[in-house]
């Protein structure tokens, strides 16, 4: 497994006393969905092999989240990522600091923008659902035994009259 199933599990059982949550496969880890919009995830920092946070904490407190233990900016492919950092194992170790961190995405959550509407959702046909015909009773009389189909007549071979 990429990450830690204890984390995960001290993770979820916290989430779970304060809201529902999804989890979801994500970034070599795992994310923990609120409202269709991740909060907090486990995933393994590859150059030391230990697990990490990733706090979905907000632009408003990006700057200050820096400033606490084990904690550091978020970046994919190079670039930052504002409003989302990595904590590691000294910023999360006690309950408290880890429940801290589940707050702090919890409350930027509820501010978050709802996720826009894929376009490719958009312009895909929308299906229709058709329900299905009720079923009958069919009575026996009502029943009419199939007919084999009428064979074609051959045409009738010409014979030839001699004179």
């Given at each position: 497994?990429?990450?830690?199933?204890?984390?995960?599990?001290?993770?979820?059982?916290?989430?779970?006393?304060?809201t529902?949550?999804?989890?979801?496969?994500?970034?070599?880890?795992?994310?923990?969905?609120?409202d269709?919009?991740?909060?907090?995830?486990?995933?393994?920092?590859?150059?030391?092999?230990?697990?990490?946070?990733?706090?979905?904490?907000?632009?408003?407190?990006?700057?200050?989240?820096?400033?606490?233990?084990?904690?550091?900016?978020?970046d994919?492919?190079?670039?930052?990522?504002?409003?989302?950092?990595?904590?590691?194992?000294?910023?999360?170790?006690?309950?408290?600091?880890?429940?801290?961190?589940?707050?702090?995405?919890?409350?930027?959550?509820?501010?978050?923008?709802?996720?826009?509407?894929?376009?490719?959702?958009?312009?895909?046909?929308?299906?229709?659902?058709?329900?299905?015909?009720?079923?009958?009773?069919?009575?026996?009389?009502?029943?009419?035994?199939?007919?084999?189909?009428?064979?074609?007549?051959?045409?009738?071979?010409?014979?030839?009259?001699?004179?």
């Amino acid at each position: 497994m990429p990450y830690s199933a204890e984390l995960a599990h001290r993770i979820g059982k916290m989430m779970t006393e304060r809201t529902g949550y999804v989890e979801k496969q994500m970034f070599g880890g795992v994310a923990f969905m609120v409202d269709d919009k991740m909060c907090v995830g486990i995933s393994r920092d590859k150059q030391t092999g230990e697990d990490r946070l990733m706090a979905r904490v907000g632009p408003g407190f990006h700057t200050e989240a820096l400033k606490r233990p084990g904690v550091r900016e978020m970046d994919f492919a190079g670039r930052p990522m504002m409003g989302f950092v990595f904590i590691h194992p000294e910023g999360y170790n006690s309950d408290a600091d880890l429940l801290f961190w589940i707050e702090k995405t919890l409350e930027f959550n509820r501010q978050a923008p709802a996720k826009p509407v894929k376009k490719r959702a958009l312009l895909a046909p929308k299906e229709k659902k058709v329900a299905p015909a009720p079923l009958k009773s069919v009575k026996k009389k009502d029943v009419v035994a199939a007919k084999p189909p009428k064979a074609k007549a051959k045409p009738a071979k010409k014979v030839a009259k001699r004179k």
